[in-house]
């Protein structure tokens, strides 16, 4: 079984050395006092419940799973509720929540670590806490005092988790056609009807309540996403206290079987006149969801970048320990009968792809989760519209690009590992079962790439992406006649270029025909997000050439890290900007029957 | 759960349209008489068997698996037993055996279309016959008279099954390592001892016996790969005439989970003094596995065509079906709530990346059938080298570029499916868990490119990659002042151009610097796949070109889907050839300890 070694120097190169959180978030009042120690210390904690308490009962997890024993009631694997236990005495949950309703009120840009660390260990077990949290920043933002009140310290405690009840058998991307109906009762609750499915955490056994968030229509809504509104559905109907009352009238009918993330449940609810509570205006359900969906779209990259560390760590540790063959260039290791596979470039180059996109994505999601502190403290109205522009901007990148790189990366682990990367036993396959599932909830990563293109580049006439380039372009300027960052200023430099040229280009081609959008999408995400990736590499090399001469390898590793990110990960670009070029037309010529 | 059709407009095309295996065959004096409606008759009735007696058991032979149900016994999934027996009885097996033991003699170029169509059914249960027709085709070569009259016929009928035993716990890849030991009889028999794993159909209930073919060494034998020795081990020991007798010394000691293929059973067998019969000559043994393995390469090529058909059915269903949101540039289907997601530019971009490839490998595979049927049976010694040559250089590429397709494509389907495709019911997750294995066995993908670059390219100076770069260019000269046919014949020979050129680079590196082969090798392998893609794609843009007036939307979508390759997929070469080039520094700079 793969062991998990808490990330911790990487985590603290990426959040002090390269994004310097500390001074940062000490310039936003909120956080003025949040320490470096005080981030060190507690990443490093939650390190220790990472590996010891939480990482033991992932394989195990994967290969119990959960199990719908009838009458509407779901068992999670063996060790799932002691572990959930122990975090929720430890206060893991309320890390990030307001001080009003019992949360620590620390920063994103430490939670966001921690959030890494615990889908290392164990991805499924983690969605529990996770939609938890998600349910909660909805509620905060939507709710009414009273359900605020009442919901808020129980979801930040961790006592009830929380869910969001959104895809129905005929409505998945398509919200619109959702048919749940919500009818009002006197009281001002509703009365709330309808089959849900897809619901990953709707029902297990390790917290006292389940708070649904679910989308229905009321009587008389807009057809579409206009008449779309959002409830609170308790499983258990707490009293104004939280003391728990009547078993709510909805049901788990079964669980999925699903080709991944056993550990959570994946539920179809039946809701039969349940009793629900308004969350925000009538028929603007979707904005609540939006809210909470952008967030659980971070999250979900975050999930893609705990299955690289993993899959890295698992993949490392067998290439110096699996002896077969011998050097091409001659015996490395004479005195044993065969030398470590990781002396063969190949193997090279499948740890080399996995590291690059691992440490990169690192950079690129702990970055944006302190854009997400400053627009949410900033006083400065102009730093909040850059934050809350680049923020949208690369959610979708976030979400798509990390999440492909994922699977990649478990697909690399299990192809280092050979045949016994095909048996559960050894635990890599287990990341890419689980890794797949990251492409497609919370929009799929097509849905992610039209996002992008669309709503968050031609929609405004590429702004947003001006903000970014606006970096990138100070970047070069910093760096553009410094010798020894030529290699890694030139070729990002040229793609700013690139992009700027291909993104007017498909611009004017959408302009006149939508699918052209559609056609370049897929691709266009996947370039923006190398050039992401060469932003933050070019950063981080700034960083290791600093500090090349202190001795610590860690640099000399980064510096080699950042070449092979350039040589052999970044040229895909020159392929993928042909594939833009290339348009709609192949896509769409031919008819439909003739597929 | 899918439906399988048969491909068989789509076999045809490949077979007569663009082959002509007809006129081909009955050049050879063995397949003279083999006539076009022979071949279709027979394909259209293996058709049948797979639709409806093979791909009913597929699904429910992922979910039951194979079980170890003690003492050596392993029970295969409900199902596979019967159409085992109905297979055999229909002899199937028997089609392209030898007719001196039973065989029908027929041409590998019908047999590969009929093993695609098993594939796509039930791949699990097709490794079962596969396997057995891989120990035959041993035995035809390297057996003495003696074991070819006791085994093959036996092989040929299907009553008894076959397997290859190499593996050991530390010895795969690097067979050199193996340690299982032969030691000889007073009777010319020999006593096999050790142990075996990873063996595929090692034990199972479908056959009254089992023919392990089993690596060992001779007492006193070199050290490495020069000392391994072939022993066929029955499970039940045969008389003469082929009474089974009493039970060998070996025993499954247990099935391993895996990631998928559950149908198959993948066994541990603990040989304890077994006996054994020498195949071949003593330290030889290498020769007569890799004439197996070999074929069993090619045969995991057309594992990966069989499950791109599956998943290509699969997703265009889907395609059709789901309504869900609507045109990018407006309704298409105004009176139902949605449009088909077949409507979008990237679901398209999706289902034509899965059948470019599809086809593209159809055309290639069944080629290289035909091209095996001319080396066994002309009398011509220069096309038997051409075919050689051809053969053994494009075999890694068959393997590999075609699984990673495949596996490709099992994802494509999984996507299109979106939270459909991750659940176990829907049947596309298993195509994505089966498609995963074809990469790994039989010499990873990273094996097989390695032995393109080193054994197959760079050991002759190019002169097999010359033999193919002939083909080319005769193409290109004839097509060359064809204005229709400039789009496929243009990128063509450019590709072949950047081939030469590449191949003499990664040559004059290689020749300095053994590792500039390695760091090379798996991108090199992707770029001569699509080599190979590109001259099937432009030869079939011929034949749709020649025939685009009869009116048949047959070739309109064999046009769409070329111009599709070359617009969307062909420019992934560009990418590739940039990181080929990068060599092999940066991957070889950073020390192993600090990975």
Redesign the interface.
């Known amino acids: 079984m793969p062991q998990f070694i808490p990330p911790l120097r990487d985590i603290q190169f990426v959040q002090h050395e390269l994004l310097g959180i500390e001074p940062k978030l000490n310039t936003l009042a909120h956080h003025a006092d949040v320490s470096r120690d005080l981030i060190d210390q507690v990443v490093e904690e939650a390190g220790k419940f990472c590996s010891e308490v939480l990482a033991p009962t992932n394989l195990n997890g994967d290969h119990e799973g959960c199990a719908y024993v009838g009458e509407g009631v779901v068992t999670t694997p063996a060790g799932f509720k002691e572990a959930y236990e122990q975090f929720c005495q430890a206060g893991w949950p309320s890390l990030s929540c307001d001080v009003k309703y019992g949360g620590q009120g620390l920063p994103h840009a430490l939670q966001t670590a921690i959030q890494e660390m615990l889908n290392s260990a164990n991805l499924a077990w983690t969605m529990y806490p996770g939609l938890t949290h998600g349910a909660y920043a909805c509620l905060l933002h939507y709710g009414t005092p009273a359900l605020q009140d009442l919901y808020l310290p129980r979801l930040v405690s961790g006592e009830w988790t929380g869910t969001m009840c959104l895809?129905e058998p005929?409505?998945?991307?398509?919200l619109g056609?959702l048919r749940s109906r919500a009818e009002p009762n006197a009281d001002g609750s509703y009365r709330i009807t309808g089959t849900k499915i897809?619901i990953s955490a709707g029902e297990h056994d390790m917290a006292a309540n389940i708070v649904q968030l679910v989308l229905a229509r009321l009587p008389d809504a807009p057809e579409g996403v206009r008449g779309i509104s959002l409830f609170v559905v308790p499983k258990f109907i707490p009293d104004a206290d939280g003391a728990l009352g009547e078993r709510n009238g909805y049901q788990c009918a079964r669980i999925?079987?699903?080709?991944?993330i056993h550990g959570n449940s994946t539920c179809v609810l039946d809701f039969e006149g349940a009793s629900g509570w308004l969350v925000g205006e009538p028929n603007k359900g979707l904005n609540a969801m939006f809210l909470m969906m952008n967030a659980a779209r971070l999250g979900v990259g975050l999930q893609g970048l705990g299955l690289m560390e993993i899959s890295y760590q698992a993949s490392?540790t067998y290439?110096?320990e699996r002896?077969?063959?011998r050097?091409?260039?001659g015996p490395k290791n004479p005195e044993q009968?065969?030398d470590?596979i990781?002396?063969?470039?190949?193997?090279?180059?499948?740890?080399?792809t996995q590291?690059a996109y691992l440490e990169g994505s690192r950079a690129f999601l702990y970055w944006i989760a302190l854009l997400i502190d400053e627009e949410e403290h900033t006083d400065d109205d102009e730093i909040r519209a850059q934050c809350e522009d680049l923020t949208a901007l690369l959610t979708p990148v976030a979400k798509a690009f990390v999440t492909d790189n994922a699977f990649l990366g478990a697909?690399l682990a299990?192809?280092i590992h050979?045949?016994s990367?095909?048996?559960?036993?050894t635990g890599v396959?287990q990341y890419?079962?689980d890794a797949?599932?990251a492409?497609?909830?919370e929009g799929?990563?097509?849905i992610q790439?039209?996002d992008l293109i669309g709503r968050k580049i031609l929609m405004d006439q590429g702004a947003k992406l001006r903000r970014f380039g606006a970096l990138v372009t100070k970047l070069v300027e910093e760096e553009g006649t410094n010798d020894e960052m030529a290699e890694f200023i030139n070729p990002l430099a040229e793609l700013g270029g690139k992009v700027e040229k291909l993104t007017m280009e498909v611009g004017m081609k959408a302009f006149q025909?939508?699918?052209e959008?559609?056609?370049a999408?897929?691709d266009y995400l996947r370039i923006i997000g190398h050039f992401v990736m060469s932003y933050f590499w070019a950063r981080m090399a700034r960083v290791a050439l600093d500090k090349q001469d202190s001795g610590d390898?860690f640099y000399?590793?980064k510096l080699?890290?950042a070449?092979?990110y350039f040589?052999?990960l970044y040229?895909?670009?020159?392929?993928?900007i042909?594939?833009v070029r290339?348009g709609?037309?192949?896509?769409?010529?031919?008819?439909?029957?003739?597929?």
Do not use: C, W
Request: hydrophobic share 40%; glycine share 10%.
């Open positions: 895809t005929h409505s998945g991307t398509d056609l897809f999925e079987e699903k080709m991944g490392v290439a110096r002896l077969q063959g050097a091409l260039t009968s065969a470590p990781i002396v063969h470039p190949d193997i090279r180059r499948m740890l080399l590291r697909n299990l192809q050979g045949g990367g095909y048996i559960q036993e396959e890419v079962r797949r599932i492409m497609i909830y799929t990563n097509g790439a039209l025909n939508q699918d959008a559609g056609a999408s897929v390898p000399t590793a080699a890290t070449r092979f040589a052999r040229p895909e670009t020159a392929g993928l042909r594939t290339a709609a037309k192949t896509l769409m010529d031919l008819e439909a029957d003739l597929f």
